[in-house]
């Protein structure tokens, strides 16, 4: 049992753009609707302290999870702390290759598995998928609107 979101796209952008935004934690908040703050050394094994909207308005959950591994330039992964027993463990890999002259392909996958899943995709699902979508999108805007030295507007939020 486990809740799985995708997501795959290119980005009109060199992979090294769209890696800068990705892996700029502090400025987050001007680009990212789902995760507004986020913080990290993104080194193995250290915390990835993230503020996460789940739903509309501005209510913030905390959130701590830890980097499992990191290939700069083009891939990191980060989990939560499992549950006990295994009942309920989640991963985030965040991949950026280049696909073309000035462009890339990027591709997201969350995963939450262990029987407790269906609990949290039942209470949070919705929101969980809203929000990878909007954050999907949000870097490429940003990422393309870097690479084409077009100003940056930040991505709206949905009520």
Known sequence: MSFVLDHSLEIAAPAATVWAVLTDFDSYGEWNPFVPRASSTLQPGAPIDMSVRLGGGDKLRRQREYVNAVDPGRFFSYSMKPA???????????????????????????????????VVSGLMGKGLRRGFDDMAAALKARAEQIAGGAKHTPAPRRS
């Open 84 to 118: 006990p027993m295994g009942l309920l463990h989640s991963v985030r890999e965040q991949t950026v290759a280049p696909s073309g002259s000035g462009t890339c392909h990027y591709t997201s996958h969350f995963e939450i598995a262990g029987p407790l899943s269906p």
